[in-house]
């Protein structure tokens, strides 16, 4: 068994006993971490408050080869997200990349480019005051990019030409030229959305709410093909905020 430090993400967690949980980390040099936090659920635990998900900590734990639940050890809070967290829009919405993050991350496998860019969204969405929507498809895009699911937007799939007027999106592969075979049509202001999230990968644009919304709706369509899964958390968000 080694110990080992390191920083994560808390992705989500599960109950496991009347004072434990089980509790699943994105962390950038071991990708997907699961630990077994024993005690956190008494009354009083030091580990309690730094569990939460989407809060980002330092941690450590000890590692058997093997062994799909690891024991953690300490956790220590870097970044509680209250700005997340206190509003229902940006929590119900963030739990899709949360999510997404989750299904794309390995065991066991470096992680950094996917754990930064989570990262990245998480402090955005922090202090955003934009359209909740449009900053969640800025991150879904990008963790999809930096996981190799990326879809192609620059010119059409099938021709590789310029996609026209009025493009279309095909769910397999990215944006298709006008009068190719389609998933759906796209408008113009949603594809000019899906170009600047693309072409913008430090900080989200600001974008017509319509805009977003249509390039959060293709993207979401595009990851659970890509995935062949459904996404809980587009349920939630469903019942909270109306279909995306």
Not at 32 to 40: H, P, R
Not at 118 to 147: F, I, M, Y
Request: glycine fraction near 10%; proline fraction near 5%.
């Amino acid at each position: 068994m080694s110990q080992i430090k390191t920083t994560g993400i808390v992705l989500r967690g599960v109950d496991f006993s009347e004072t434990s949980r089980v509790i699943t980390f994105l962390t950038p040099d071991r990708g997907q971490v699961t630990c077994m936090a024993k005690g956190v659920r008494r009354k009083g635990s030091s580990l309690g408050a730094a569990l939460d998900t989407f809060n980002h900590i330092d941690m450590v734990y000890y590692h058997r080869d093997g062994r799909d639940v690891q024991q953690l050890g300490e956790a220590s809070l870097l970044h509680r997200f209250d700005g997340i967290k206190a509003n229902l829009e940006r929590s119900g919405y963030g739990a899709f990349p949360m999510e997404l993050a989750w299904m794309v991350s390995g065991r066991n496998a470096p992680s950094e480019d996917l754990f930064a860019v989570l990262v990245q969204g998480l402090e955005g969405l922090d202090s955003w005051t934009g359209d909740v929507p449009t900053h969640v498809a800025w991150q879904v895009l990008h963790l999809l990019r930096v996981a190799g699911f990326a879809p192609v937007l620059d010119r059409c799939v099938v021709t590789h030409g310029p996609v026209g007027p009025t493009p279309g999106f095909c769910y397999e592969s990215g944006v298709v030229a006008t009068g190719q075979r389609a998933d759906r049509k796209l408008s113009a202001t949603g594809y000019a959305a899906l170009r600047a999230l693309e072409k913008e990968e430090d900080v989200c644009p600001a974008l017509p709410k319509a805009a977003g919304a249509e390039a959060l709706a293709v993207l979401y369509r595009f990851a659970r093909h890509q995935l062949e899964t459904e996404f809980k958390s587009m349920r939630v968000i469903a019942d909270l905020f109306g279909p995306v």
